[in-house]
T-cell receptor, first 118, second 109 residues
Framework: GAVVSQHPSRVICKSGTSVKIECRSL??????MFWYRQFPKQSLMLMAT?????????EQGVEKDKFLINHASLTLSTLTVTSAHPEDSSFYIC??????????????FGPGTRLTVL | GQNIDQPTEMTATEGAIVQINCTYQ??????LFWYQQHAGEAPTFLSY??LDGLEEKGRFSSFLSRSKGYSYLLLKELQMKDSASYLC??????????WGAGTKLIIKP
């Protein structure tokens, strides 16, 4: 199957700093990438959908100025958590999809990034 | 509104069979996915159903009834490594995945 990598796998930072998370599709071109957040013992929550070359579409309740998403190429999307606070501590997971909407399009998940804000 | 229901937790014995149910009400339907997620890891794909019926893949099978808004994941010959959360997800009319809260499956020897 297709491989999606995420970096870093774990990050611990101080409150007020910004953290960048990279998501890469290694062996396919991802026209669409998704960013999820998962709190302990809860399901995945979609934060935003990004299409290569265009602005991300954020879900209701997700601050676009706080969670900056850039999808500059077909293999790379980045999520920057700006001015992180302890409540932003979570497991952030990206996924990538290659076929356009209308086809069976499995999402391939990255391994996730555990963010801890002190 | 959109709603996906699955049991919070189930327990089963190694070597046995377990069925995890998922019922849903969503705006549009473009398929149902089952994912497995081990603690601290990202989900991994198990199955996809878009037509009614049973899809079998090794020890795992998934069933769908669109008219009933119902699916189940059947795991046979359970192994200890099957202990994980199992997530049911619906692809809605916008081709976005709507996720259930997941079922934590505990396998006992």
């Amino acid at each position: 199957g297709a491989v999606v990598s995420q970096h870093p796998s774990r990050v611990i930072c101080k409150s007020g700093t910004s953290v960048k998370i990279e998501c890469r599709s290694l062996d396919f071109q991802a026209t669409t990438m998704f960013w999820y957040r998962q709190f302990p013992k809860q399901s995945l929550m979609l934060m935003a959908t990004s299409n290569e070359g265009s602005k991300a579409t954020y879900e209701q309740g997700v601050e676009k100025d706080k969670f900056l998403i850039n999808h500059a190429s077909l293999t790379l999307s980045t999520l920057t958590v700006t001015s992180a606070h302890p409540e932003d501590s979570s497991f952030y997971i990206c996924s990538a999809r290659d076929p356009p909407a209308g086809d069976y399009n499995e999402q391939f998940f990255g391994p996730g990034t555990r963010l801890t804000v002190l | 509104g959109q709603n996906i229901d699955q049991p919070t937790e189930m327990t089963a014995t190694e070597g046995a069979i377990v069925q995890i149910n998922c019922t849903y009400q969503t705006s549009g339907f473009n398929g149902l996915f089952w994912y497995q997620q081990h603690a601290g890891e990202a989900p991994t794909f198990l199955s996809y159903n878009v037509l009614d019926g049973l899809e079998e893949k090794g020890r795992f099978s998934s069933f769908l009834s669109r008219s009933k808004g119902y699916s189940y994941l059947l795991l046979k010959e359970l192994q200890m490594k099957d202990s994980a959360s199992y997530l049911c997800a619906i692809m809605d009319s916008n081709y976005q995945l709507i996720w259930g809260a997941g079922t934590k499956l505990i396998i006992k020897p």
